[in-house]
Protein backbone atom coordinates (compact mmCIF):
# COMPACT_ATOMS: atom_id res chain seq x y z
CA UNK A 1 0.00 0.00 0.00
CA UNK A 2 1.60 3.06 -0.74
CA UNK A 3 -0.38 5.31 0.77
CA UNK A 4 -2.11 7.05 -1.93
CA UNK A 5 -6.11 6.95 -2.32
CA UNK A 6 -7.86 7.01 -5.43
CA UNK A 7 -11.87 7.17 -5.31
CA UNK A 8 -13.56 5.09 -7.45
CA UNK A 9 -11.79 2.11 -8.22
CA UNK A 10 -14.20 1.64 -11.28
CA UNK A 11 -16.63 4.18 -13.36
CA UNK A 12 -19.05 3.30 -16.42
CA UNK A 13 -20.31 6.10 -18.10
CA UNK A 14 -21.53 7.15 -21.78
CA UNK A 15 -20.25 9.82 -24.00
CA UNK A 16 -20.78 13.26 -23.95
CA UNK A 17 -20.92 12.70 -20.05
CA UNK A 18 -18.48 14.35 -17.26
CA UNK A 19 -16.84 12.46 -14.33
CA UNK A 20 -14.48 13.69 -11.32
CA UNK A 21 -11.85 11.32 -9.99
CA UNK A 22 -10.80 11.74 -7.48
CA UNK A 23 -7.00 11.19 -5.44
CA UNK A 24 -5.96 12.15 -1.58
CA UNK A 25 -1.75 11.99 -1.44
CA UNK A 26 0.45 10.24 1.18
CA UNK A 27 0.59 12.57 4.43
CA UNK A 28 2.91 14.52 4.25
CA UNK A 29 3.15 14.84 0.24
CA UNK A 30 2.38 18.31 -1.46
CA UNK A 31 2.73 17.40 -4.77
CA UNK A 32 0.12 15.41 -6.91
CA UNK A 33 0.43 14.44 -10.21
CA UNK A 34 -1.85 12.75 -12.61
CA UNK A 35 -1.40 10.32 -15.13
CA UNK A 36 -3.59 7.95 -17.84
CA UNK A 37 -2.51 4.73 -18.93
CA UNK A 38 -4.07 3.92 -22.25
CA UNK A 39 -3.36 0.32 -24.21
CA UNK A 40 -2.40 2.47 -27.44
CA UNK A 41 -0.46 5.49 -25.30
CA UNK A 42 1.02 3.37 -22.71
CA UNK A 43 1.44 5.88 -19.53
CA UNK A 44 1.10 9.39 -20.25
CA UNK A 45 1.37 12.26 -18.24
CA UNK A 46 -1.51 14.79 -17.69
CA UNK A 47 -0.90 17.16 -14.92
CA UNK A 48 1.03 18.32 -11.88
CA UNK A 49 -0.34 20.52 -8.77
CA UNK A 50 2.23 21.47 -6.18
CA UNK A 51 0.58 23.03 -2.57
CA UNK A 52 -2.57 24.49 -4.31
CA UNK A 53 -0.95 25.22 -7.38
CA UNK A 54 -0.93 23.57 -10.86
CA UNK A 55 3.13 23.33 -11.54
CA UNK A 56 3.00 21.49 -14.42
CA UNK A 57 1.43 20.45 -17.85
CA UNK A 58 1.90 16.95 -20.25
CA UNK A 59 -0.48 16.11 -22.22
CA UNK A 60 -3.84 16.80 -20.89
CA UNK A 61 -7.00 17.42 -23.24
CA UNK A 62 -8.76 21.10 -23.21
CA UNK A 63 -12.00 18.81 -22.02
CA UNK A 64 -9.84 17.88 -18.81
CA UNK A 65 -8.75 19.79 -15.95
CA UNK A 66 -7.94 19.18 -12.42
CA UNK A 67 -7.52 21.07 -8.95
CA UNK A 68 -6.00 20.61 -5.55
CA UNK A 69 -7.71 21.45 -2.57
CA UNK A 70 -6.32 22.82 0.67
CA UNK A 71 -6.21 19.82 2.44
CA UNK A 72 -4.23 18.60 -0.35
CA UNK A 73 -6.75 16.26 -1.96
CA UNK A 74 -6.73 16.71 -5.98
CA UNK A 75 -9.42 15.80 -8.04
CA UNK A 76 -9.53 15.54 -11.95
CA UNK A 77 -12.43 16.42 -14.14
CA UNK A 78 -13.15 15.16 -17.52
CA UNK A 79 -15.99 16.07 -19.61
CA UNK A 80 -17.65 15.63 -23.08
CA UNK A 81 -16.20 11.87 -22.73
CA UNK A 82 -15.40 10.31 -25.95
CA UNK A 83 -14.95 6.64 -25.71
CA UNK A 84 -11.18 7.15 -26.47
CA UNK A 85 -11.27 8.45 -23.23
CA UNK A 86 -11.80 5.11 -21.05
CA UNK A 87 -8.28 4.22 -19.69
CA UNK A 88 -6.82 3.96 -15.88
CA UNK A 89 -6.11 6.75 -14.65
CA UNK A 90 -3.53 7.03 -11.80
CA UNK A 91 -2.41 9.85 -9.34
CA UNK A 92 0.62 9.78 -7.83
CA UNK A 93 2.05 11.82 -4.82
CA UNK A 94 5.60 13.13 -3.91
CA UNK A 95 7.17 15.27 -1.46
CA UNK A 96 8.78 18.49 -3.51
CA UNK A 97 7.55 20.14 -6.25
CA UNK A 98 10.52 20.28 -8.27
CA UNK A 99 14.26 20.57 -8.02
CA UNK A 100 16.11 17.53 -7.87
CA UNK A 101 15.23 13.82 -7.73
CA UNK A 102 12.05 13.59 -5.94
CA UNK A 103 9.93 9.50 -5.39
CA UNK A 104 6.39 9.80 -6.70
CA UNK A 105 4.03 7.03 -5.15
CA UNK A 106 1.05 5.84 -7.06
CA UNK A 107 -2.52 5.17 -5.91
CA UNK A 108 -4.36 2.17 -7.22
CA UNK A 109 -5.88 3.73 -10.07
CA UNK A 110 -9.52 4.73 -11.45
CA UNK A 111 -10.31 2.54 -14.30
CA UNK A 112 -12.54 4.61 -16.68
CA UNK A 113 -14.69 3.12 -18.79
CA UNK A 114 -16.86 5.30 -20.89
CA UNK A 115 -19.42 3.42 -23.37
CA UNK B 1 13.15 14.69 -26.94
CA UNK B 2 13.71 12.13 -23.87
CA UNK B 3 12.87 8.68 -24.16
CA UNK B 4 12.49 5.48 -22.29
CA UNK B 5 13.07 2.28 -24.19
CA UNK B 6 11.87 -1.21 -22.71
CA UNK B 7 13.03 -3.27 -26.02
CA UNK B 8 11.08 -6.24 -24.80
CA UNK B 9 7.45 -6.60 -24.98
CA UNK B 10 7.15 -9.92 -23.31
CA UNK B 11 9.38 -12.32 -21.76
CA UNK B 12 8.81 -15.76 -20.26
CA UNK B 13 10.97 -17.62 -17.75
CA UNK B 14 10.43 -20.58 -15.59
CA UNK B 15 10.14 -20.50 -12.25
CA UNK B 16 13.50 -20.34 -10.63
CA UNK B 17 15.21 -18.67 -13.58
CA UNK B 18 17.13 -15.79 -13.31
CA UNK B 19 15.64 -12.56 -14.96
CA UNK B 20 16.87 -9.47 -16.89
CA UNK B 21 14.56 -6.60 -17.76
CA UNK B 22 16.12 -3.94 -20.13
CA UNK B 23 15.50 -0.18 -20.11
CA UNK B 24 17.38 2.06 -22.26
CA UNK B 25 17.09 5.75 -22.12
CA UNK B 26 17.94 9.31 -24.30
CA UNK B 27 18.74 12.16 -22.26
CA UNK B 28 21.86 14.43 -22.23
CA UNK B 29 22.86 14.75 -18.53
CA UNK B 30 22.21 11.77 -15.70
CA UNK B 31 18.69 11.06 -15.31
CA UNK B 32 16.79 9.68 -12.30
CA UNK B 33 15.92 6.23 -12.68
CA UNK B 34 12.91 4.34 -11.08
CA UNK B 35 11.64 0.72 -12.03
CA UNK B 36 7.98 -0.15 -11.06
CA UNK B 37 5.80 -3.31 -11.12
CA UNK B 38 2.13 -3.39 -12.22
CA UNK B 39 0.46 -6.49 -10.91
CA UNK B 40 -3.20 -7.46 -12.70
CA UNK B 41 -5.71 -4.97 -11.74
CA UNK B 42 -3.07 -3.03 -9.55
CA UNK B 43 -1.20 0.32 -9.14
CA UNK B 44 1.81 0.45 -10.04
CA UNK B 45 4.37 -0.54 -7.01
CA UNK B 46 7.78 0.97 -6.75
CA UNK B 47 10.79 -1.69 -6.50
CA UNK B 48 13.52 0.70 -6.61
CA UNK B 49 15.23 4.03 -7.78
CA UNK B 50 18.84 5.45 -8.68
CA UNK B 51 19.34 9.06 -7.73
CA UNK B 52 22.96 9.33 -7.37
CA UNK B 53 26.32 7.13 -6.07
CA UNK B 54 26.24 3.15 -6.07
CA UNK B 55 25.48 2.14 -9.63
CA UNK B 56 23.74 -0.79 -8.23
CA UNK B 57 20.73 -0.35 -6.32
CA UNK B 58 18.85 -3.01 -4.26
CA UNK B 59 15.01 -2.90 -4.30
CA UNK B 60 12.00 -4.67 -2.79
CA UNK B 61 11.20 -8.51 -3.85
CA UNK B 62 15.12 -9.24 -4.46
CA UNK B 63 14.86 -7.17 -7.61
CA UNK B 64 18.29 -5.35 -7.94
CA UNK B 65 19.00 -3.03 -11.00
CA UNK B 66 22.51 -1.84 -12.04
CA UNK B 67 22.72 1.76 -14.06
CA UNK B 68 25.27 2.24 -16.84
CA UNK B 69 25.95 5.54 -17.69
CA UNK B 70 28.35 4.36 -21.04
CA UNK B 71 25.21 2.35 -21.97
CA UNK B 72 22.42 4.51 -21.08
CA UNK B 73 21.02 1.57 -19.47
CA UNK B 74 19.29 0.93 -16.32
CA UNK B 75 18.83 -3.05 -16.59
CA UNK B 76 16.29 -4.86 -13.85
CA UNK B 77 17.78 -8.09 -12.67
CA UNK B 78 16.91 -11.04 -10.01
CA UNK B 79 18.82 -14.38 -9.59
CA UNK B 80 15.55 -16.40 -9.02
CA UNK B 81 12.16 -15.34 -10.02
CA UNK B 82 8.77 -16.41 -8.17
CA UNK B 83 5.86 -17.54 -9.63
CA UNK B 84 4.34 -14.35 -7.91
CA UNK B 85 6.68 -12.29 -10.11
CA UNK B 86 4.36 -12.38 -12.87
CA UNK B 87 3.23 -8.95 -13.74
CA UNK B 88 3.81 -5.84 -15.88
CA UNK B 89 7.12 -3.91 -15.08
CA UNK B 90 8.18 -0.32 -15.97
CA UNK B 91 10.84 1.59 -16.26
CA UNK B 92 10.85 5.62 -15.85
CA UNK B 93 13.10 8.60 -15.91
CA UNK B 94 12.99 11.66 -13.77
CA UNK B 95 15.09 14.75 -15.70
CA UNK B 96 15.79 17.86 -13.99
CA UNK B 97 13.36 20.55 -15.03
CA UNK B 98 10.82 18.43 -15.46
CA UNK B 99 8.69 17.16 -12.80
CA UNK B 100 6.93 14.55 -14.40
CA UNK B 101 8.13 10.98 -15.31
CA UNK B 102 8.66 9.40 -18.49
CA UNK B 103 7.65 5.88 -18.81
CA UNK B 104 8.59 2.87 -21.17
CA UNK B 105 6.21 0.93 -22.63
CA UNK B 106 6.41 -2.13 -20.12
CA UNK B 107 7.35 -5.46 -20.21
CA UNK B 108 5.20 -8.40 -19.21
CA UNK B 109 6.17 -11.20 -17.33
CA UNK B 110 4.96 -14.52 -17.59
CA UNK B 111 6.76 -17.01 -15.04
CA UNK B 112 5.95 -20.81 -16.11
CA UNK B 113 6.46 -23.88 -13.56
Known amino acids: DSGVTQTPKHLITATGQRVTLRCSPRSGDLSVYWYQQSLDQGLQFLIQYYNGEERAKGNILERFSAQQFPDLHSELNLSSLELGDSALYFC??????????????FGPGTRLTVL | AQSVTQPDIHITVSEGASLELRCNYSYGATPYLFWYVQSPGQGLQLLLKYFSGDTLVQGIKGFEAEFKRSQSSFNLRKPSVHWSDAAEYFCAVGITGANNLFFGTGTRLTVIP
Open chain 1, 92 to 105: ASSVRGSGGPDTQY
